[in-house]
């Protein structure tokens, strides 16, 4: 479910969503992107939509176009929450990804619902020129550690993951960071030039990979490896 349309975190890996909306000719530049246009009739689209789709709905994801808890914007996040609910008195469950900060009221909707975070790096420095209007790190981990302590799923999306030419880490403080999620996914930096530049991105990726499926089944948490990040050499 996208209920905006643009994104003031303003990703620069590529966001692929701003990619494809300028490809169509709905955005027409990055600052307009970044300039967020709430679909302000989103409830009464979802009364007509929800008794029509329901037998048809396994869940719904929030967003694959936009982010549904935007830094600076309480307004989105007001609504992504009363879409959720109206989602879940219908008996559908949400999964959310945000690279904003999850709000706790999170907590009171439904216990099947899963919420989630985008984490490429700890490095403030790379989130502000990476993620320039989202959410810093730690608080973006705070807010989804609080909805883990108070009894709801969780899970964290480590994707795009960067080349070493983007940045030099290490990816295990990463895992260890989210070691208390139920899920962990990870994929590789598609759309970049500089990720396609580095010489060994084909082995760093499978390397990684590994080492994230390692991590998850020493610590019980689901995983999974997105398409075309494990590939053969
Ligand atoms: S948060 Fe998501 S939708 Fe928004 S700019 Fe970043 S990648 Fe694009």
């Known amino acids: 479910m996208n209920h905006v349309q643009g994104c003031a975190h303003g990703c620069k890996y590529p966001c692929y969503a701003f990619l494809l909306k300028k490809r169509f000719g709905q955005i027409k530049d990055?600052?307009?992107?970044?300039?967020?246009?709430?679909?302000?009739?989103?409830?009464?689209?979802?009364?007509?939509?929800?008794?029509?789709?329901?037998?048809k709905i396994q869940s719904v994801q929030l967003c694959f176009t936009t982010d549904p808890f935007m830094q600076g914007y309480p307004e989105i996040s007001a609504m992504s929450i009363a879409a959720m609910r109206k989602l879940n008195e219908a008996g559908i469950k949400c999964t959310t990804l945000t690279k904003g900060l999850l709000p706790i009221e999170l907590a009171q909707l439904s216990p099947e619902n899963e919420?989630?975070?985008?984490?490429?790096?700890?490095?403030?420095?790379?989130?502000?020129?990476?993620?320039?209007?989202?959410?810093?790190?730690?608080?973006?981990?705070?807010?989804?550690?609080?909805?883990?302590?108070?009894?709801?799923r969780t899970w964290v999306s480590i994707e795009p993951y960067p080349t070493p030419n983007m940045i030099e880490q290490d990816l295990n403080k990463i895992l260890e960071a989210v070691a208390f999620t139920d899920r962990i996914i990870f994929g590789r930096t598609n759309y970049?030039?500089?990720?396609?530049?580095?010489?060994?991105?084909?082995?760093?990726?499978?390397?990684?990979?590994?080492?994230?499926?390692?991590?998850?089944?020493?610590?019980?948490?689901?995983?999974?490896?997105?398409?075309?990040?494990?590939?053969?050499?």
Not at 48 to 55: C, F, H, T, Y
Not at 121 to 133: A, H, I
Not at 135 to 148: D, F, G, I, P
Not at 212 to 225: A, L, M, P
């Open 30 to 55: 990055y600052d307009s992107w970044l300039e967020p246009y709430l679909v302000s009739n989103t409830l009464e689209l979802l009364d007509k939509e929800i008794p029509r789709l329901r037998d």
């Open 115 to 152: 919420y989630g975070i985008t984490l490429i790096s700890l490095d403030e420095t790379y989130r502000e020129k990476m993620e320039p209007g989202a959410a810093s790190y730690t608080e973006r981990l705070a807010a989804l550690r609080a909805l883990h302590d108070a009894g709801c």
């Open 192 to 233: 970049s030039k500089m990720a396609n530049a580095y010489r060994r991105h084909k082995h760093f990726y499978n390397v990684c990979a590994t080492e994230v499926i390692t991590f998850c089944q020493e610590h019980g948490i689901d995983y999974h490896i997105k398409e075309k990040t494990i590939t053969e050499e």
